[in-house]
């Protein structure tokens, strides 16, 4: 008979030791623990374990001989009393919620759910009875030791450009990769993918969903595939397809090489709600260890789960030993593989009370005081479905925000709509309407144009209308409002005066990105205008709709992007580490003043004007060895007569513009010229 020690409580998961193994399981409302153990390929049950120790909560052992390498899973002995929250179902084998790396792929059957299906409306409540081990995932036990190789970047947040890309989609058609590694963490650190990442000025690359996650089952049998990752299955492992024959040491291999190119890797997280969905969901971990935990419930009927995440399930970061698998695996992910920060799927929901949000909960606070986590770069999402679920600005000092109002108020500016001066304004300026409480700086803002929820840049200028036919939801998926414009005709087309348009358009929207401040993120592919044929919905499309194609190169505007990169980074006026108030700074000039086309400052009737689609921004550096720096915004269809604000002295030279026709232009204060319809232009100073 095998010898079973009592073992250790802490650390919960799995630990290895120079004798053994510690398993540690939390469940507080379970009767009893079993662990399974099965052979290396996860495929047959070799012997099952009861523990019998259980300390707060946590049922460990302790198995002497046991090391890396071994696959394991968990079945929780409890109530069956969906009624009062309980999903106990000793049927049902369960993932360790603490999984570091997964063996054998999620098979869907019937036999995976812990009610029975088919049993009528009220099946939920009736329990399976099928032993579900043929068809789950089980997990691997790994010894590993902290990453000492990582060396952070530690790019200050107002030099940071994010670049939003996925680990399949940034890989699956780069030509000069090998076919074999596609799509792993190990075709993410080749030079042919870092390298391009620092010609275009990137500081940080900001992944999809790297947890492993589930493959949904409507999708599967509709010969579809989860795409964007965000159906958390373990947040502790890797998702299994992104690992090639390196492994799990490919992940801090591909960080390491990133980090030597001075970019940071931030990672999208998704903690706040899992791939076992509401009360009709399968049971595959958390459920069946201690729904009553694990999951926000409905105080009145926890049968139902409080759904404010519209994924049928909400993970209740309100209970401490929640918490700590949150914080647990937010550290593991730091040190074992060097990460640099997160960005928090709907983070409005793991900051919820029952009262609603509240930005003083324990999931921030525990994040900010941690000594690993406090210092990294901390990116909200600031919604959810739940009410009051639009939070931004909301989020305490130490997070910045995706920032879709600056999405939506650019996007509509360079459209043409009406009436936008005031809030175009706030928004380039880094939205301190919005972020100026708390002491706050402009970083919080994490300025947007596009990202993987919604149009491509290009498609945002090609397509007046979703077209998601391919997702087999008759185009009823995804975003009606789009504010988007498509310069004249939908789609694809081949004349030229639409294609010159859309080229200055996209050019518009990106200059005014890297000109705001603010942190800009671009969406991986706009650089190359990379199309998803009109799919502003695309997380189904594991495929060429979705992935980078390569072959679409488009040098001007990668160039483009590039220059741009570099003129936030060397001109400060463009990324000033405070919020810009007009005031005087030390080198006697306002950090910002405001014109109007005419060259006059903005009155309040200027501002007021809802016709009005013209504005020039002058920009003063922190530094006195730089110039200062002029913007100018034309968003009307026609030209606009433009005349340069009064100065002393010297003139103003064009160092960018969006049209042609200004290029390399000179000009002297209170002098005028017209301004192409549609353009931006960016002046430096010459004395």
Same mark, same amino acid.
């Given at each position: 008979?095998?010898?079973?020690?009592?073992?250790?409580?802490?650390?919960?998961?799995? @630990?290895?030791?120079?004798?053994?193994?510690?398993?540690?399981?939390?469940?507080?409302?379970?009767?009893?623990?079993?662990? #399974?153990?099965?052979?290396?390929? *996860?495929?047959?049950? &070799?012997?099952?374990?009861?523990?019998?120790?259980?300390?707060?909560?946590?049922?460990? #052992?302790?198995?002497?001989?046991?090391?890396?390498?071994?696959?394991?899973?968990?079945?929780?002995?409890?109530?069956?009393?969906?009624?009062? !929250?309980?999903?106990?179902?000793?049927?049902? &084998?369960?993932?360790?919620?603490?999984?570091?790396?997964?063996?054998?792929?999620?098979?869907?059957?019937?036999?995976?759910?812990?009610?029975?299906?088919?049993?009528? =409306?009220? +099946?939920?409540?009736?329990?399976?009875?099928?032993?579900?081990?043929?068809?789950?995932?089980?997990?691997?036990?790994?010894?590993?030791?902290?990453?000492?190789?990582?060396?952070?970047?530690?790019?200050?947040?107002?030099?940071?450009?994010?670049?939003?890309?996925?680990?399949?989609?940034?890989?699956?058609?780069?030509?000069?990769?090998?076919?074999?590694?596609? *799509?792993?963490?190990?075709?993410?650190?080749?030079?042919?993918?870092?390298?391009?990442?620092? %010609?275009?000025?990137?500081? +940080?690359?900001?992944?999809?969903?790297?947890? +492993?996650?589930?493959?949904?089952?409507?999708?599967?049998?509709?010969?579809?595939?989860?795409?964007?990752?965000?159906?958390? &299955?373990?947040?502790?492992?890797?998702?299994?397809?992104?690992?090639?024959?390196?492994?799990?040491?490919?992940?801090?291999?591909?960080?390491?090489?990133?980090?030597?190119?001075g970019i940071e890797v931030i990672l999208d997280v998704v903690y706040n709600h899992t791939c076992e969905g509401n009360h009709l969901g399968p049971t595959l971990s958390w459920r069946g260890i201690d729904n009553a935990s694990y999951y926000r419930l409905m105080p009145d009927d926890p049968r139902y789960y409080d759904d404010m995440t519209g994924c049928g399930n909400a993970?209740? @970061?309100?209970?401490?030993?929640?918490?700590?698998?949150?914080?647990?695996?937010?550290?593991?992910?730091?040190?074992?593989?060097?990460?640099?920060?997160?960005?928090?799927?709907?983070?409005?929901?793991?900051?919820?009370?029952?009262?609603?949000?509240?930005?003083?909960?324990?999931?921030?606070?525990?994040?900010?005081?941690?000594?690993?986590?406090?210092?990294?770069?901390?990116?909200?999402? =600031?919604?959810?479905? *739940?009410?009051?679920?639009?939070?931004?600005?909301?989020?305490?000092?130490?997070?910045?925000?995706?920032?879709?109002?600056?999405?939506?108020?650019?996007?509509?500016?360079?459209?043409?709509?009406? !009436?936008?001066?005031?809030?175009?304004?706030?928004?380039?300026?880094?939205?301190?309407?919005?972020?100026?409480?708390?002491?706050?700086?402009?970083?919080?803002?994490?300025?947007?144009?596009?990202?993987?929820?919604?149009?491509?840049?290009?498609?945002?200028?090609?397509?007046?209308?979703?077209?998601?036919?391919?997702?087999?939801?008759?185009?009823?998926?995804?975003?009606?409002?789009?504010?988007?414009?498509? #310069?004249?005709?939908?789609?694809?087309?081949?004349?030229?005066?639409?294609?010159?348009?859309?080229?200055?358009?996209?050019?518009?929207?990106?200059?005014?990105?890297?000109?705001?401040?603010?942190?800009?993120?671009? &969406?991986?592919?706009?650089?190359? %205008?990379?199309?998803?044929?009109?799919?502003?919905? +695309?997380? #189904?499309?594991?495929?060429?709709?979705?992935?980078?194609?390569?072959?679409?190169?488009?040098?001007?505007?990668?160039?483009?992007?590039?220059?741009?990169?570099?003129?936030?980074?060397?001109? %400060?006026?463009?990324?000033?580490?405070?919020?810009?108030?007009?005031?005087?700074?030390?080198?006697?000039?306002?950090?910002?003043?405001?014109?109007?086309?005419?060259?006059?400052?903005? @009155?309040?009737?200027?501002?007021?004007?809802?016709?009005?689609?013209?504005?020039?921004?002058?920009?003063?550096?922190?530094?006195?060895?730089?110039?200062?720096?002029?913007?100018?915004?034309?968003?009307?269809?026609?030209?606009?007569?433009?005349?340069?604000?009064?100065?002393?002295?010297?003139?103003?030279?064009?160092?960018?513009?969006?049209?042609?026709?200004?290029?390399?232009?000179?000009?002297?204060?209170?002098?005028?010229?017209?301004?192409?319809?549609?353009?931006?232009?960016?002046?430096?100073?010459?004395?």
């Amino acid at each position: 008979m095998r010898r079973v020690n009592p073992g250790y409580a802490f650390p919960l998961g799995v @630990t290895v030791d120079r004798t053994g193994t510690n398993f540690a399981l939390f469940s507080d409302n379970a009767v009893g623990v079993t662990l #399974c153990l099965f052979d290396r390929y *996860g495929e047959t049950e &070799l012997e099952r374990i009861d523990l019998r120790e259980c300390t707060n909560g946590v049922w460990h #052992c302790h198995l002497p001989g046991v090391g890396r390498g071994q696959v394991y899973g968990w079945r929780v002995l409890g109530p069956w009393a969906p009624q009062d !929250g309980h999903r106990f179902n000793f049927n049902k &084998l369960l993932l360790d919620p603490y999984a570091r790396m997964l063996v054998g792929e999620l098979t869907w059957d019937d036999a995976l759910y812990g009610y029975t299906i088919g049993a009528g =409306p009220d +099946a939920d409540l009736v329990l399976d009875e099928r032993d579900s081990a043929r068809f789950m995932p089980k997990a691997r036990v790994v010894a590993g030791q902290p990453n000492a190789a990582a060396r952070h970047p530690r790019v200050p947040w107002h030099k940071t450009v994010i670049y939003e890309g996925h680990v399949r989609g940034l890989t699956m058609r780069h030509p000069l990769i090998p076919e074999d590694i596609r *799509g792993t963490f190990t075709a993410l650190g080749q030079p042919e993918i870092v390298d391009y990442l620092a %010609s275009l000025g990137v500081t +940080a690359l900001e992944l999809l969903p790297v947890h +492993a996650f589930a493959q949904d089952r409507h999708l599967i049998e509709r010969g579809l595939s989860n795409y964007w990752g965000y159906n958390t &299955l373990s947040f502790f492992a890797p998702e299994p397809r992104y690992l090639g024959e390196d492994g799990l040491d490919a992940i801090g291999e591909a960080v390491d090489r990133l980090h030597q190119a001075g970019i940071e890797v931030i990672l999208d997280v998704v903690y706040n709600h899992t791939c076992e969905g509401n009360h009709l969901g399968p049971t595959l971990s958390w459920r069946g260890i201690d729904n009553a935990s694990y999951y926000r419930l409905m105080p009145d009927d926890p049968r139902y789960y409080d759904d404010m995440t519209g994924c049928g399930n909400a993970v209740n @970061t309100a209970h401490p030993r929640v918490l700590q698998m949150v914080m647990d695996s937010l550290r593991m992910w730091v040190t074992q593989y060097g990460v640099d920060g997160f960005r928090f799927d709907l983070a409005v929901t793991l900051g919820r009370r029952p009262d609603g949000f509240d930005p003083g909960h324990a999931f921030f606070n525990a994040i900010l005081q941690d000594p690993t986590l406090g210092g990294l770069k901390l990116i909200a999402e =600031p919604w959810d479905i *739940g009410q009051g679920g639009y939070q931004l600005g909301a989020f305490p000092p130490g997070f910045s925000e995706w920032n879709g109002d600056y999405r939506d108020v650019v996007r509509e500016f360079w459209c043409g709509s009406e !009436g936008l001066l005031p809030g175009f304004a706030a928004r380039f300026a880094a939205s301190q309407d919005i972020f100026g409480e708390g002491r706050r700086r402009p970083w919080s803002s994490v300025n947007f144009i596009t990202a993987h929820d919604g149009f491509t840049l290009d498609d945002l200028v090609s397509y007046n209308d979703k077209h998601n036919e391919a997702n087999g939801e008759d185009n009823r998926d995804g975003h009606d409002d789009n504010k988007s414009w498509n #310069c004249g005709t939908e789609g694809p087309t081949d004349d030229p005066a639409i294609l010159e348009l859309r080229r200055r358009q996209k050019k518009n929207l990106l200059a005014t990105l890297f000109l705001s401040q603010g942190v800009p993120m671009l &969406l991986g592919g706009d650089e190359r %205008s990379n199309s998803q044929g009109g799919n502003n919905n +695309a997380y #189904c499309q594991d495929n060429d709709i979705s992935w980078v194609d390569w072959s679409n190169n488009e040098p001007e505007l990668t160039d483009f992007v590039a220059r741009l990169a570099d003129l936030r980074q060397r001109y %400060s006026a463009l990324s000033r580490p405070e919020f810009l108030t007009g005031a005087r700074n030390e080198l006697g000039q306002p950090d910002v003043s405001w014109f109007s086309n005419g060259g006059k400052r903005m @009155t309040a009737a200027d501002w007021e004007n809802p016709h009005s689609k013209c504005i020039t921004v002058r920009l003063a550096p922190d530094t006195a060895d730089e110039n200062s720096l002029l913007v100018m915004l034309n968003a009307s269809h026609v030209d606009v007569p433009f005349t340069t604000p009064p100065a002393r002295s010297g003139g103003w030279e064009v160092i960018l513009g969006t049209s042609g026709d200004l290029e390399g232009r000179r000009t002297r204060p209170g002098e005028s010229f017209t301004m192409p319809a549609r353009t931006l232009v960016l002046w430096e100073w010459r004395p």
